[in-house]
């Protein structure tokens, strides 16, 4: 089916929205995993530790999946944005990866020893931390832009490119807005004191996150020529003020679900619908380039009969993982009981 301005819906964009669609998942179900890391080191009492990370304990590392997904489909789907891609954000991807690691292993270990239960929790404090700033600073570093010599169809930029004052406020802005859904996840899952100070933590992490919305969504049509024509130039500038409109509408119904309606469910699922238009306001910033600005989704892809077979794949495999996690967050839905667990 053709599209505006010639682009055909092809192949080619199937890809590139199922990648988009893993990614999204991943950010939008390890970030309240993440944030709920960061938000550890605020709670002293063991109990309240606990309660907090027996609340993602059966669904942690399924949430994982999707990372996995979404790095596998890009190499497979586009093998050349991933061989420039790569070498540019080498250290905020190596850095995430080892965090996610530490992680994990704290997971685990800290239920299996006393006496080093705090090194254990400063471990996943650190990973959730790390793996949270790392994701943001790659993020950006990759909307800025990356160097690409196209003859040799290589990366030519410097080992720290990255490493910028737009990619540090990224990942500050992304370390705030995982806490923000790790605080609406525990006010959902949790009951007493412990839901209480979510509550108002959420409230502080919402202001927070809102306000660097703002920031990164007014820096970065500056960042390049095609972010500026895309978003302030004819029907751009009606799209923006009206993506601008919503996340204001759903930060106040966050709010009020907060704190007048005093809501355990809804301003969770307001944080993730604010998390969710955010990205496809990135989306629709980077369309068609895989690696802004050098390299399109289609110079990019890998041949179509590759793409093609890859899809009969993903089309069994991504039903089935939307399936089992599905079924794993119906299963373990409700409140947790800091003695029996999940009720």
């Known amino acids: 089916m053709p599209l505006a301005d010639g682009v055909s819906f092809d192949l080619t964009v199937v890809w590139a929205f199922l990648i988009a669609f893993a990614v999204l998942v991943y950010v939008i179900l390890d970030g309240f995993d993440l944030g709920l890391g960061m938000l550890f080191a605020a709670e002293r009492h063991r109990g309240d530790r606990d309660v907090m990370m027996n609340s993602v304990a059966p669904v942690w590392d399924g949430n994982e999946t999707w990372l996995v997904l979404g790095g596998g489909g890009l190499f497979a ?7 420039l891609v790569l070498p540019a954000l080498y250290a905020p991807i190596i850095a995430m990866l080892l965090a996610l690691i530490f992680r994990g292993v704290a997971f685990e270990f800290r239920w299996r020893t006393e006496r080093w239960r705090g090194v254990w929790d400063f471990a996943f404090i650190f990973g959730s931390g790390t793996a949270a700033l790392a994701q943001g600073i790659a993020l950006g570093g990759l909307l800025q832009g990356i160097e690409v010599d196209k003859a040799a169809r290589a990366y030519a930029g410097g080992w720290w490119d990255w490493l910028t004052p737009f990619s540090l ?42 306000g660097f919305i703002g920031i990164v969504s007014l820096w970065t049509p500056f960042l390049q020529e095609g972010y500026y024509s895309r978003w302030f130039r004819g029907w751009g500038i009606l799209l923006a003020g ?35 238009l955010c990205f496809i306001g990135l989306g629709i910033s980077m369309f068609p380039y895989i690696v802004p600005v050098g390299v399109t989704i ?20 991504i039903p089935i993982i939307l399936a089992y996690t599905g079924y794993a967050y119906w299963v373990f839905r409700g409140k947790i009981d800091p003695d029996t667990g999940y009720h």
Request: aromatic fraction near 12%.
């Open 298 to 317: 289609w110079e990019a892809a890998a041949p179509r009969n590759a793409q093609l077979f890859m899809l009969v794949g993903a089309g069994i495999l």
């Open 169 to 210: 406020t990224v990942g500050l802005a992304l370390m705030v807005g995982y806490m923000l859904l790790g605080a609406t996840w525990l006010v959902m899952k949790t009951t007493g004191d412990l839901q209480e100070r979510m509550r108002r933590r959420a409230w502080l992490f919402g202001i927070a996150t809102v």
């Open 242 to 276: 009206l993506v601008g409109l919503s996340v204001l509408a759903l930060a106040t119904l966050m709010f009020r679900a907060l704190t007048v309606h005093r809501h355990d469910y809804w301003p969770f699922v307001l944080a993730l619908a604010m998390f969710t």
């Open 77 to 83: 789907a586009f093998p050349l944005a991933y061989s």
